[in-house]
């Protein structure tokens, strides 16, 4: 490719390719350092002065309530969703007299399909870029609505590791009972943390629940 068509894409890429925003789905087991990075990602904004808007579940209140707080002990405010809160209607609202330079999400596993939805058009129409962070899976192996949409809508997808007790990476979730026995059945949302989850590799998953 001659030398001034590729200096010509590359014009166009800077002028226009760097103000498209993306939603970024940022996935993985618990413990993996989820709601650090989210906190991270909206301090590296508000560094350079610009403005975000977190929002985290209305169910996950462990830390109190309007809050993401990260396991090392950093924390934000937070506006909270639940199934009825629009999303979109929302943000659009806040711009109205208030600029916002991105929208985060935590236990962005909890939102509903139509939500995702609602990313999209903030992402698309509004142009401003939406980092979303959840779990992939619940403790029976399933996808969560929120997760099963995001994955399949997502601009961008960027697993976030950590691992089993035997060393490999740890990509499902057990839940505990009273008895400290792995379960297999129940509800698919139930709030806890350490005390009731534990994330292990898929051989170990495999083995405490899909070969009992």
């Known amino acids: ?17 760097s103000q498209m925003a993306q939603l970024y789905f940022y996935y993985s087991a618990m ?29 996950d209140d462990r830390y109190g309530a309007s809050k993401v707080t990260s396991r090392i002990g950093i924390s934000s405010d937070a506006e909270v969703f639940d199934n009825h809160t629009n999303i979109y209607q929302n943000v659009k609202t806040h711009i109205q007299s208030n600029k916002l330079d991105c929208i985060l999400i935590d236990e962005s596993q909890f939102l509903s399909k139509d939500q995702v939805r609602q990313l999209t058009r903030i992402v698309d129409e509004l142009n401003i870029p939406v980092l ?37 990476k740890a990509n499902f979730v057990l839940r505990y009972d009273n008895e400290g026995n792995p379960m297999s059945a129940g509800e698919q949302v139930q709030v806890g943390g350490n005390e009731k989850y534990e994330s292990v590799c898929r051989m170990h998953f495999r083995e405490s629940v899909w070969d009992i």
Request: hydrophobic letters at 45%; glycine letters at 8%.
């Open 132 to 168: 979303a962070y959840g779990l992939r899976t619940d403790f029976q192996g399933e996808t969560f609505a929120g997760s099963a949409a995001l994955l399949a809508w997502a601009d961008k997808l960027i697993e976030l590791k950590t691992v089993c007790h035997c060393g490999r």
């Open 31 to 59: 413990n993996a350092g989820k709601s650090t990075a989210l906190l991270q990602s909206s301090y590296n904004y508000l560094e350079r002065g610009m403005q975000t808007q977190i929002y985290t579940a209305k169910l």
């Open 1 to 17: 490719m001659p030398c001034k068509a590729i200096y010509l894409l590359l014009c166009i890429f800077l002028i226009f390719g």
